[in-house]
């Protein structure tokens, strides 16, 4: 991800008015470009100020920003005494080797030395610099910061040269560590969520921004590509109130849309349930929707792939569509079959409508069958949608059971559209929010961690499991 880091403000007397249409300009050009950072549902907005800055400052750039950006300025004398606060605060001090700003930022650097004067402020010291960075990962600061420099010659660059070849690039790559023998898997990132998009002449949309309490896309959307995952998991009914293409295209495309390259999606009821339809999911989502030859989802829409050291399961809950839910459906006998032919340690199954619930829509008995099959074959987790909400069940059977050998069955269908209240909650339900967000999953070769990320980006729980 990257940033701006504004320095106009090294400038005297810089008018709020010029910040204010500079920051307009920059926001619309470059913010919602996908590998911008955001934090919080905001762009992220680094900015240098000059010595003897006052709270002063600090009111006009909060005044400018309007709340839009997620503010990082420069530290100054009595910089926390000020009534008005930033988002955070970091220290631009290129010749000191450390500077903790605690509860906001640690920065290091390699050295200093201004193209202007005969030595260096800062001696290069690679065993320094690693002792540095160590100790910066240790602090768990928010913000952790490698100042440097590649437009003077002033000695900080961490970029590979002839005189220490990769080795900064390589200690920052290790935090500080001595480089080991990578894992034969490394862990890669999901990002999961269902129940989308807003329809585009919904009253909410207004324009793709959405409303403080619905059509939430945008703000899930930011947060999904702030984890900079390895893949994309939606989870059904991405688009209101019907997925036609030209839906697709104007509400569902303007936000998720940026990830769609790594996305391997699931189709829900409002994609269409009956014989001949999800035209229009088909068509959006192309070879990666694996509808049949005539571009719908009869008899098909089901599929697996392979991530990492996972096996992951794409199912068809639309089962009138998807040709039956039952144990001699083609889709129940593929899903044999392909958990035969497929026994990795891990494996994660996807669908729309959630075995388990206890959101307004409730359990569907009509998934047990191929919940069953997923059981037995010893499938770890499963993710669903449909109920507007975000629920966690610990382990268990095709009935309802706990079992520490089951499936870890999630419900992540906060996705924007709106949210549902629960209802009664059901066995071995252990977390429920209301509430927009993102599933995040870290798949390890023999174990996995998640988190339910909300529309800022607030951690709403969080845990890990070994694989079954």
Same mark, same amino acid.
């Given at each position: ?17 010029? +910040?204010?249409?500079?920051?307009? &300009?920059?926001?619309?050009? &470059?913010?919602?470009?996908?590998? &911008? =950072? ?6 992220? $907005? ?9 709270? %002063? *400052? ?11 950006? &997620? ?60 002792? @540095? ?62 129940? +989308? ?24 959307? #930011? ?26 295209? %104007?509400?569902? !495309? ?12 699931? +189709? ?40 990492? =050291?996972?096996? +992951?399961?794409?199912? @068809? ?19 044999? =079959? ?9 494996? *994660? ?17 009509? $998934? ?6 997923? !059981? =037995? ?5 499963? *993710? ?20 520490? #050998? ?63």
């Amino acid at each position: 991800k990257w940033a701006f880091y504004y320095e106009k403000e090294s400038y005297p007397n810089l008018p709020r008015s010029e +910040i204010e249409a500079d920051l307009a &300009y920059l926001k619309t050009k &470059y913010a919602n470009e996908p590998t &911008y =950072a955001w934090v919080n549902g905001k762009p992220v $907005m680094y900015v240098y100020n000059v010595g003897g800055s006052t709270c %002063a *400052l600090v009111d006009k750039w909060t005044a400018a920003a309007k709340g839009e950006w &997620y503010l990082v300025l420069k530290v100054f004398s009595g910089y926390r005494t000020c009534a008005n606060q930033p988002d955070s605060w970091h220290q631009y001090a290129p010749a000191n080797a450390t500077d903790h700003q605690r509860n906001y930022s640690y920065s290091i650097s390699p050295g200093f030395w201004r193209a202007d004067e005969p030595s260096a402020r800062l001696e290069r010291d690679l065993e320094r610099f690693k002792q @540095n960075v160590r100790d910066m990962v240790a602090s768990n600061a928010p913000w952790q910061l490698v100042t440097t420099f590649n437009e003077w010659g002033e000695g900080t660059v961490v970029e590979s040269a002839d005189e220490w070849g990769n080795t900064y690039l390589d200690t920052l790559h290790n935090d500080g560590q001595t480089a080991t023998t990578p894992p034969t898997s490394d862990t890669v990132t999901v990002v999961a969520s269902g129940d +989308i998009a807003c329809d585009p002449i919904s009253s909410s949309f207004n324009g793709g921004n959405g409303t403080s309490s619905n059509c939430r896309q945008k703000y899930t959307a #930011q947060v999904a590509a702030a984890q900079d995952p390895d893949a994309v998991l939606v989870l059904g009914d991405l688009q209101y109130e019907t997925g036609s293409i030209t839906n697709f295209r %104007a509400s569902y !495309d303007l936000s998720w849309g940026a990830l769609k390259n790594i996305t391997r999606p699931t +189709i829900g009821n409002h994609e269409g349930t009956g014989l001949g339809s999800g035209k229009g999911y088909c068509t959006y989502f192309g070879a990666a929707a694996h509808c049949n030859s005539s571009g719908t989802q009869d008899g098909a829409a089901f599929y697996s792939f392979d991530l990492g =050291a996972w096996h +992951i399961v794409v199912l @068809n809950s639309n089962c009138t569509a998807a040709g039956g839910c039952g144990t001699s459906s083609p889709q129940h006998k593929w899903l044999v =079959a392909d958990l035969a032919a497929h026994s990795r340690k891990c494996t *994660l199954a996807t669908w729309h409508h959630p075995r388990f619930s206890s959101g307004g829509h409730g359990d569907h008995a009509f $998934m047990a069958p191929l919940y069953a099959a997923l !059981d =037995a074959a010893g499938v770890d987790v499963a *993710l669903t949608g449909h109920d507007h909400d975000l629920e966690r069940f610990g382990p268990q059977d095709a009935n309802g059971n706990a079992d520490l #050998q089951g499936i870890r069955q999630f419900v992540a269908g906060g996705g924007g559209k709106n949210l549902y209240s629960f209802g009664t909650v059901k066995d071995n339900s252990e977390f429920r929010a209301k509430s927009y967000g993102v599933l995040r999953l870290d798949l390890s070769s023999e174990s996995y961690t998640w988190a339910f990320l909300s529309d800022t980006g607030a951690t709403l729980d969080r845990g890990e499991a070994a694989c079954s």
